[in-house]
């Protein structure tokens, strides 16, 4: 007596033919051509919004300096640094824009005198004359 194999009641013995696995194959491909340069360029767009960001919040606090001068009755005047940070890399003990930010930058940043680079590689120069950060 021989004993079959019996297939649930879902299964129809059917499989995919080689064309439909092709296709299958051919689609994902497209779709990882399509989506893998996107999130690659997610990481450098979001350390351009990041330095946008922090160098947005430079101006305004530059600008606070300024306006805090104005109300309070005396010369109006724009800091003459923006932090007492030594050249070189930001870090906990070598922070960047103490004078302008209540938080201030502790990574990702670089300083050489009046210039700094943010993470994204642009360079930004203070001017205290004019209170410009460019």
């Given amino acids: 007596m021989k004993k079959y194999l019996k297939l649930p009641l879902w299964s129809n013995g059917k499989g ?8 299958v194959i051919i689609l994902l491909g497209i779709l ?7 999130f690659i360029n997610t990481s ?3 350390k351009q919004e990041a330095e946008d960001t ?3 919040l430079i101006r305004a606090g530059i600008e ?38 209540t938080q201030p930058v502790t ?4 300083k050489n005198g009046y210039a700094y680079t943010g993470p994204a590689g ?8 004019t209170g410009t950060f460019q």
């Fill in 107 to 110: 990574q990702h940043w670089t």
């Fill in 16 to 23: 995919f033919t080689l064309i439909e696995i092709v296709l």
């Fill in 64 to 101: 606070n300096v300024y306006h805090r001068a104005v109300t309070r009755g005396t010369t109006p005047w724009y800091p003459p640094t923006l932090d007492e940070a030594s050249n070189g890399p930001a870090s906990p003990s070598n922070p960047f824009f103490t004078k302008v930010l």
């Fill in 44 to 46: 450098t767009t979001g």
């Fill in 54 to 56: 922090v160098v947005a």
């Fill in 32 to 38: 990882a051509v399509v989506a893998i340069p996107r």
């Fill in 122 to 129: 642009n360079t930004y120069t203070y001017n205290p004359s």
